[in-house]
Structure formats: structure tokens, C-alpha cells
């Protein structure tokens, strides 16, 4: 014991153990105190106090979030822009205020608690979540979230931007609200926007045939390019007219309705006997309270689904993620990446969405 009680000590000092140890800890250190620079304590953010127009958007400072055990806090890189901001504004879903809007993004994880098992600082990941309208968020990543490959591009990024809502509501839906079927005659409302492009090449892929609706013929041009089979301008031309004419008089099997109010009863008009409505969005307005025996006649099915009831557990979750993954690694799905705003413009950003100016997915990109 005493041979190596002494040779122990001459070990460690012969091989400059004491000088690694203290380079080592001092490295740490430097480490923690730079990762702590670099996450201040205030961040910019778009939020609302009150509901109203775009007048009630705030480009404003607020703290930087505290997470707790099972959480991280997500440096967002871009985040997606979708209707659902302005419900949220306007009070048609509530919230608690003052509220920050965003319920999409990409970014990098700069600190996680120490409950969180499977990501890391440095990862990036795309995720839904409340929020996403500001430089930090925190989030829970044990579901709706998943981490991006290390080499993804700044335009792969974008693309990843662009799943969490608009990708999983439209993959989601054609599986679950109604089960898309090869031959079947599908009408699908506001076909060049974000969701509507989406559904065109999915609904298309297993070889259902898409009709599309647009507001110009230059929208229509684009569901085309993206596999619309038929196409109906909703200005010039009477949508029920023509979906019974490329249905031989029987109508469609379902309507992927996101525009509401203008198109409902069109959509229900629209039907085949025995015909699935899914109604989902509220472009237009909300749809007024409709008597179910508006049903009746054709023994119509009525959904308002919405994404998240879809992707409740983890397997869920895991099931279509990595589905959508697969189709964007493989260029399956094509994202049209229409245009990035400044966080800071965010007001025009949805002036142009709510006014249909727009077509394919809109961004903010976040400064950092």
C-alpha cells in the first residue's frame, strides 16, 4: 500500500496531471460563461395586448423564458407564418394576454434541463409550439418536435419551417378526416396557398384527382404545376357548376375547405352522396351555425378537424414526422418558398396573407 500510496502522486505529476485538470476546468468555465453571453436576458417579439386589426400588433422587447427541468430554449432561425395569427388577433380562439403570436419554427437549442434525454445544445430541430414570433422560445421537446440533419442548408431549413402546420395538417388530413382513395374526385378550396399546395401533391400521389380552386388563373397555374387535374377560377366561374361537370353530375368524394364562410355551403353543394366535408379554416370569416339536416339529403359527414387532436401521443407524432421527413429528403414534396419577411415586418407579412396576395408559405426570419 505504501509503494502505491507514494508512486501515485510522482504518476500524476510526472505526466502534468495537476496542469490538465486546471486547464480543463478552466476550459469549462470559459464555455459556461460564453454560452451565458450569449443568451441575453430580453428578446424581440410580436405580440398582441387586445384583439383587433393589424394595429394591435407589437414589435416589442420581453424576457427571455426560463426553462424548467424537461424543457429547452430553442434559438429560432425562421418562423412560419399561417392563418391561425390572425384568428388569435382578431378573438376568434382566445388567449391569454398579452400574448406572443407563432406556432411554428426552426432553430437551435442553446440550453436544456436536465430531464431532457434525446436532443442536445447545438441541435437544431423543427418543432410546433406556441410563441415561435420571437428570438427564444421554451418547449417541451419530448413531442412535436424533431431534429434536423447537421448539414441542412439555409433553404433546407426554411422547408422544415414549413411542416409543422401546414405539413402535418395536410398529410394528417388525408388520412384521418378522410381516407383519400386512389380514382377518388377530390376539391381542394385555396389550392395555390400554403396547405393547399400540399394537399394537391399528396392527394395527387395516390392517384386521386385533384380540382383545384384559386382566385386568379395565374394561382390556378400554379396548383397546376403542382398536380391539379381540373382547375376553376373562384371569381369568373361557379364552382358547383364545374365540379359537377368534371364529375359526370355526381360530385366529389370530399372538399378540403380552408377558406370557411364564402365556401361552405359551395363545398357542401359540391359533394358526392355520401361525401365528407372538412372544413378547417377561416380565410374568409367564420362559418356561421349550420342546421345538421343540411346533411340529411345526401348523407353528408361534416369535420372540423384541427392538427393538433391528430398528434396527441408521441407515436402520432413520430408516425407522420417522419413521414414528411422521407418526402422532403427525397424531393417528393415540393415547399414553394414564397417570401421571407423581417420579424419586424410581421404586419405586412400578414397584410399580404390575409388579403390574398400570396401564394405557397410565408417566413419570418428571426435576427439573431
Keep these: 500500500m505504501k509503494l502505491w500510496s507514494k508512486s501515485i502522486p510522482t504518476i500524476f505529476n510526472s505526466l502534468g496531471a495537476k496542469s490538465i485538470i486546471s486547464k480543463t476546468t478552466e476550459n469549462l468555465r470559459t464555455d459556461i460563461r460564453a454560452m451565458s453571453t450569449q443568451i441575453p436576458t430580453t428578446q424581440k417579439a410580436i405580440r398582441i395586448h387586445e384583439t383587433g386589426g393589424l394595429e394591435v400588433l407589437r414589435y416589442e422587447d420581453i424576457p427571455v423564458p426560463e426553462i424548467q427541468d424537461h424543457e429547452v430554449l430553442i434559438k429560432n432561425k425562421y418562423a412560419g407564418i399561417n392563418f391561425i395569427e390572425s384568428y388569435f388577433r382578431t378573438g376568434l380562439y382566445p388567449s391569454q394576454k398579452p400574448y406572443t403570436l407563432g406556432r411554428e419554427a426552426v432553430g437551435v437549442i442553446?440550453?436544456?434541463?436536465?430531464?431532457?434525454?434525446?436532443?442536445?445544445?447545438?441541435?437544431?430541430?423543427?418543432?410546433?409550439?406556441?410563441?415561435?414570433?420571437?428570438?427564444?422560445?421554451?418547449?417541451?421537446?419530448?413531442?412535436?418536435?424533431?431534429?434536423?440533419?447537421?448539414?441542412?442548408?439555409?433553404?433546407?431549413?426554411?422547408?422544415?419551417?414549413?411542416?409543422?402546420?401546414?405539413?402535418?395538417?395536410?398529410?394528417?388530413?388525408?388520412?384521418?378526416?378522410?381516407?383519400?382513395?386512389?380514382?377518388?374526385?377530390?376539391?381542394?378550396?385555396?389550392?395555390?396557398?400554403?396547405?393547399?399546395?400540399?394537399?394537391?401533391?399528396?392527394?395527387?400521389?395516390?392517384?386521386?384527382?385533384?380540382?383545384?380552386?384559386?382566385?386568379?388563373?395565374?394561382?390556378?397555374?400554379?396548383?397546376?404545376?403542382?398536380?391539379?387535374?381540373?382547375l376553376i377560377n373562384s371569381k369568373t366561374e361557379d364552382i358547383v357548376k364545374k365540379v359537377l361537370e368534371y364529375t359526370n353530375g355526381k360530385g366529389v368524394a370530399s372538399s378540403f375547405d380552408g377558406v370557411g364562410k364564402d365556401t361552405f355551403q359551395i363545398s357542401l353543394d359540391s359533394l358526392a352522396r355520401k361525401g365528407t366535408l372538412v372544413s378547417f379554416g377561416n380565410a374568409s370569416g367564420a362559418v356561421e351555425p349550420v342546421p345538421l339536416t343540411k346533411l340529411t339529403p345526401k348523407n353528408l359527414k361534416l369535420l372540423r378537424p384541427t392538427l393538433f387532436n391528430y398528434i396527441v401521443e408521441k407515436e402520432e407524432w413520430e408516425f407522420y414526422s417522419n413521414q414528411l421527413r422521407e418526402l422532403v429528403e427525397s424531393g417528393e414534396l415540393n415547399l414553394r418558398i414564397e417570401k421571407t419577411y423581417p420579424l419586424s415586418n410581421y404586419s405586412q407579412a400578414a397584410e399580404d396573407l390575409e388579403g390574398r396576395k400570396t401564394t405557397g408559405k410565408l417566413f419570418l426570419e428571426i435576427p439573431q
Design 110 to 230: 442553446v440550453s436544456k434541463g436536465s430531464k431532457v434525454q434525446d436532443f442536445d445544445v447545438g441541435d437544431y430541430i423543427s418543432y410546433l409550439s406556441a410563441s415561435t414570433f420571437a428570438q427564444y422560445t421554451k418547449f417541451d421537446p419530448s413531442i412535436r418536435a424533431f431534429k434536423l440533419p447537421k448539414e441542412s442548408t439555409d433553404e433546407k431549413l426554411k422547408q422544415y419551417a414549413a411542416l409543422p402546420v401546414q405539413g402535418f395538417t395536410a398529410l394528417t388530413f388525408i388520412n384521418e378526416s378522410y381516407n383519400v382513395q386512389k380514382g377518388d374526385y377530390i376539391l381542394v378550396h385555396a389550392a395555390a396557398g400554403g396547405v393547399g399546395l400540399i394537399l394537391t401533391q399528396l392527394i395527387k400521389a395516390r392517384g386521386a384527382h385533384v380540382i383545384a380552386t384559386a382566385s386568379s388563373d395565374e394561382k390556378l397555374k400554379l396548383a397546376k404545376e403542382n398536380g391539379a387535374e381540373f
